[in-house]
């Protein structure tokens, strides 16, 4: 304890954890120092606090000095590496020293112009063909929260062993005080890379109709320059800010959590599109990765589930001709399959999150998760991107409107080709993680013999994956913990083969109910 408070690089920091230490705060220390901030496939994550359990300078400092240890051990000493950052407490700095650590071991460190969404930081791996990225975001978890996010050389976040590898670097890192820093060798990138980035994705879209009144939120995050950026080359102009949360504040003030999927969240969106007559809301989280959508349905709004934006940007895509795979992941709607099975394309079906769907196939054309996140345009950004899928959604908006359709009128549509797939979601959300823990176990020791009165196939994806999965005719459920938040949660899905929604949302509340049950909610 006293060796870590003398090797800390921030005076701050080191006289929070002196002042702990006077005081006899055995209970704050212990949770301090519980064991080091776990380096994982998502990176860091953490709350923002002195100690080796926690987001600070030198937690950031030995972490960029393990990953160029490790960049230097696989082969790509001196190569370029690119950090970028967001607008939370503490990002900058924690940006700027890592730089500072990528130049001193000698690579060619990039820092990008300023705070910018994270899937620039991910076009910019591959087009600047960088070793590695790092993006300084703890995307949408709450304002005391920061994280460090790295990509390897494909523009994709880095997967299993890759983190254990890494993990191991770092804690090889025996001084933060000690590692070589350069910051006069860090080069500041200019907004070429930026304009390179929103040319390439306003070129996606083609010609076509434009007639679309969008309201935007970024969630107090840093998305909204980029995004108008991007609409207003593809010829969307038409476009109203939520005033309130357009610009970068680290505190969130609006929002109890600064992520789309959480209530309340789009509520002064929703009310700015109520007042000025918008055709549809599109709302990002404050790292801009994510991408959601409320839509006009007879006088009210009602926000889109990621299953329905994702089916509908897939089905988009192949009625254009985009032909290739497409991914989605185990706790996603199973009627992606059913698109692609129809269209004769490639489907593949991963574990949770992005390190798993950008490496589903090398032909990899679309892919998408449940929770907001969607790839339209992989050899550009090789992860979830919220500023692309919002400039496609915004192209399918505008054309069903100049044909006299709708979003929901296309999901209506395809509910009749497909079948009805209505999906929704049960979660926990817990202080202490042993709740989790007990019970995912539990679940295993006894899970439901039925749902819904049919008899439920077991599966359990240990030791790939902490996940169970319960599978009946028409749907299934899947549970597993959050890998982000501490959240254990449960992803139902039925199907009405006829279409009907009546059916499929009286089947999805009794579902529900008895998820609830089996959870002990």
Known sequence: MRAWIADEVDAAAAAELQALLDAGDD???????????????????????????????????????????????????????????????????????????????????????????????????????AAAGVMVTASHNPPQDNGYKVYTADGAQIAPPTDVEIEAAITAVTSAREVPMRGDAVTVLGEELVDAYVSAVAGLVGDGPRRLRIVHTAMHGVGTRTLRAVLDAAGFTDVIPVSEQEDPDPRFPTVAFPNPEEPGALDLALALAQARDADLV????????????????????????????????????????????????????????????????????????????????????FGYEEALGYAVAPDLVRDKDGISAALRLAELAADLRAAGSSLPQRLDEMAAEYGRYATDQVSIRVDDLSIISDTMERLRATPPTTLLGQTITVEDLLPDADVVRWRYPNGRVVVRPSGTEPKLKAYLEVIAPDGSAPAAADALARLRAEVSTALGI
């Not at 490790?70 to 082969?75: M, N, V």
């Not at 001193?104 to 991910?122: D, H, K, S, Y």
């Not at 706790?331 to 574990?351: D, N, P």
Request: a positive charge; one cysteine or more; charged letters at 20%.
């Open 282 to 365: 599109i709302a990002n989280d404050p790292d801009a990765d994510r991408c959601a959508a409320a839509v006009p349905v007879r006088g009210t709004w009602r926000m889109l589930r990621g299953d329905e934006v994702g089916v509908l940007l897939a089905d988009s895509l192949l009625r254009q001709g985009v032909r290739g795979t497409y991914a989605t992941t185990i706790v996603s709607s199973s009627m992606l399959g059913a698109i692609a099975q129809r269209h004769g394309v490639g489907y593949v079906e991963t574990l949770t999150g992005f390190k798993w769907i950008s490496r589903a196939a090398p032909d990899l054309v």
């Open 27 to 129: 209970a704050e220390l212990a949770l301090r120092f519980a064991g080091p901030l776990t380096f994982g496939t998502a990176g860091l994550r953490g709350p923002l606090r002195a100690g080796p359990n926690g987001m600070n300078r030198t937690v950031v400092r030995r972490a960029a000095a393990g990953l160029a240890a490790w960049l230097a051990a696989t082969g790509r000493a001196g190569e370029p590496v690119v950090v970028g950052y967001d607008a939370r407490f503490g990002s900058e700095d924690f940006a700027r020293d890592s730089a500072a650590v990528f130049a001193g071991a000698g690579f060619e460190a990039l820092l990008l112009p300023r705070v910018l969404p994270t899937p620039v930081l991910a076009f910019a791996v591959q087009h600047l063909q």
